[in-house]
């Protein structure tokens, strides 16, 4: 079992979560009542409805994973598993883009935007922050 399947599986239990088609059309997504939460485009790449709101706020720690890539302007972001590492800030991730989905509306936060899949430019966190 590949990480991105072990994770959506275990994403699956949590009550809150159901999966779903994504509205990219390409694998598998997880949504609350609310909408959706992540895209699980390939057996490694996961796209994580944050919000802009929450992005902004962890950029920094977000930017300084390898695994994490933002895209300037989205309020998803694609996290690549490739260590059970990945996987476990996938959980904590999750977490928090459930957390920001309950507090919206949020002055400043865009509505919901297209995931990440669809973008040709998913920056590297040392393009992101000039280095």
Known sequence: MTLAARALTQLATWPDLT???PSCGIGRA???????????HTDRDVDLHLTARVIRQFEEHLTGSTAVRLVPGSAWL???LDVDGDVHLLMTLASLALQAQQAWPVPGDAPRSDCNDH???????ENVSGG
């Open 19 to 21: 999966e779903a088609e």
């Open 30 to 40: 997880l949504c609350s009542s609310r909408g959706e939460i992540a895209h699980f």
């Open 78 to 80: 694609t996290l690549r």
């Open 119 to 125: 973008r040709s430019a998913v920056l590297r966190r």
